[in-house]
């Protein structure tokens, strides 16, 4: 799909502008310029996500929106690490799943990043995409990295096909149904009945072929709405990296019908910076029945949680989990005397609290002229808050304006611990 002289251009102007080089298309009759300025522009969406995929420049990346949706090396690998310990369970007399040889397919495939992971827990794996050309693009980048046992299908996926697909039926099935309106590429849809395929519609097809299916939804998506709609759910992933919701991930089961409150839930972050993964799991029924403690004074030291557990609701069962106490009922901002290292989210140090007014605010803007701030259940958000105070971001203080549980307006200084 590459040759050596589009591999070449690709290198070459890694950091060019990509419109002058389509401009100038005609300067360079043996290059495929159009396809290498889409791969020049997709190496540049991945290079921090996907840098084994990066570090290779003979991969071909025909449509950048592809590579903007894809996942990273990080969500793709946490993939794997699921469907392993679910295939565990459903195969507990073997103690080696590379004996079991199983089979497995991504039903959506894109640019294959997810497939890549996935399929090598099984002995055989099918990936299936509805755009031909995304599909040709992606056997050639399998060929390339060596992905030999991915079987690759251009087929759109539907409710009269799902009992036909080649290579059914499946230990696995893993989707990632479309979120963007087919008509209008820049329309969002968060709506589960709204993607592409409906797999509000299909799971049940879906099970006649596969016990375990796991689906991909919108971090932005109502999990709790889901839940209801999607009734076999039997695990739900939340799914950060670096502290950005990126994925949640709802693990559906074969006749796997429970209340919704008793589904087990994982707020994970990730690092892809070699740091340590921050994992909490929790049910809604253990949300529901925690009793929250709440400061009656701030501590030496502040905790933020990470975005995930913000995304899942987890606020009360922080407090018994972690002996630290809230700010607030409606400030998800925690306190302690004593350093709680193993808090799944941002530590810092207080080095001061001052009641928020704007001599205060005046003061701090001198002693503190670039700082992070942020507003946290407070009456001005936090852009107000930087042109009401005129401080730059950067620096090492975080200052949080927010609301104590007496009512008081205040602004915490601290810096980072962790």
Known sequence: MLSEKDIEFIIGNRNADTSKLLLGASKYPEVNVKLCVNCIESRQKIASKLPMWYANPELAYPFPLSAEQCSSEATGEYKRQIAFQLLQRLHTGCSNLEEAHLNGADLTGG?????????????????????????????????????????????????????????????????DPARRSRSDKSSKVISLQEYEPNIVELKDELFKIAPIVLVKVSPMADIKLNLSLLPQTSQIHIVSVDNECKELLFVLQRNGMQS???????????????????????????????????????????????KSLLKGGVFKLLCAGFGVAKLAPSTHLYTSDDPVMEFPGKIFEIQEVVEFNKKNMKKLATEYPHADISARNFPLDTNALKKMSGIKDGGERHLFATTLNNGEKVVIIASIKR
């Open 260 to 306: 919704y409150g008793s589904v087990e839930i994982t707020a994970v972050n990730l690092s892809s910076k070699g740091r340590e993964s921050q994992f909490f799991r929790y049910t809604l029924d253990d949300e529901e029945c925690a009793r929250p403690v709440f400061a009656s004074k701030t501590g030496k030291y502040l905790y933020e949680p990470n």
């Open 111 to 175: 640019m294959g990043v997810d497939t890549y992971y996935l399929s090598q827990l099984f002995g055989s794996f099918h990936y299936f995409e509805r755009n031909s050309e995304l599909c040709m693009a992606t056997r050639y980048n399998f060929q390339k990295l060596g992905a030999e046992k991915i079987e690759l299908h251009n087929l759109e996926i539907n409710g009269n096909n799902i009992s036909q697909l080649p290579g059914a039926p499946f230990d696995f099935i893993f989707i």
